[in-house]
């Protein structure tokens, strides 16, 4: 089964609107971490926002933000005001407490940013 | 500074051919990772170092081989490779191994096997 699940193989948005990403996670583990990366065409894997599964408030980082819904097992990625420079390539991941050493990765959402 | 630099950037080399690729971090990271990642895919672990000790091998063939000579420089030694081999190869640091680290990522090495 898979332990992370991106459903959005594509998405569109304009510029200046707002995108949600979605991202199902699958785990018995009461403590995890999730984490979304933006992967450009260049291929560098830059680090956006973390939740973890004890953390009460949603994660923000700047226009980024993490609807946690913990009952549903889901970690969606909200874009605020998406830039043409948001286009690129987006994983959700999973690290488990008790597999430290795996970050779990999606398939991925290839997000594209029009004027 | 939460850099993690690779080097080369692309690298071309024949099946017989020996080549070594370097990764560098100067966070005080205390695990260090190679992921090899093909088009359109996401990254798959290949190795995990922590504190400077092979911690995971993900059943990677013998002709990859890692390198971890101090706490912030990390080698995948290349021998023998398939044109299979051929993708993104990526090196990643984080500070422990808790659920709560995250990685961090260099621009990885485009490898193409002739």
């Known amino acids: 089964a898979q332990k992370i699940t991106q459903t959005q193989p594509g998405m569109f948005v304009q510029e200046k609107e707002a995108v949600t990403l979605d991202c199902t996670y699958d785990?018995?583990?009461?403590?995890?971490?999730l984490f979304w990366y933006k992967q450009p065409s260049s291929g560098e894997m830059i680090f956006l926002i973390y939740?973890?599964?004890?953390?009460?408030q949603n994660a923000t980082e700047g226009r980024y933000s993490l609807n946690f819904q913990k009952a549903r097992k889901s970690a969606n990625l909200v874009i605020s005001a998406s830039q043409l420079g948001d286009s690129a390539m987006y994983f959700c991941?999973?690290?488990?407490?008790?597999?430290?050493?795996?970050?779990?990765f999606g398939t991925g959402t290839r997000l594209q940013v029009f004027p | 500074d939460t850099e993690v630099t690779q080097t080369p950037k692309h690298l071309v080399m024949g099946m017989t051919n020996k080549k070594s690729l370097k990764c560098e971090q100067h966070?005080?990271?205390?695990?260090m990772y190679w992921y090899k990642q093909k088009a359109k895919k996401p990254p798959e672990l290949m190795f995990v170092?922590?504190?400077?000790?092979?911690?995971i091998n993900e059943s990677v063939p013998s002709r990859f081989s890692p390198e971890c000579p101090n706490s912030s420089l990390l080698n995948l030694h290349l021998h023998a490779l398939q044109p299979e081999d051929s993708a993104l190869y990526l090196c990643?640091?984080?500070?422990?191994?808790?659920?709560?680290?995250?990685?961090?990522f260099g621009p990885g090495t485009r490898l193409t096997v002739t």
């Open positions: 785990t018995s583990d009461p403590s995890y971490g």
């Open positions: 939740q973890g599964s004890y953390d009460q």
């Open positions: 990643a640091s984080s500070q422990g191994r808790g659920s709560n680290y995250e990685q961090y």
């Open positions: 966070m005080g990271h205390r695990a």
């Open positions: 991941a999973m690290r488990e407490d008790y597999n430290t050493d795996k970050l779990i």
């Open positions: 170092y922590s504190y400077e000790k092979l911690s």
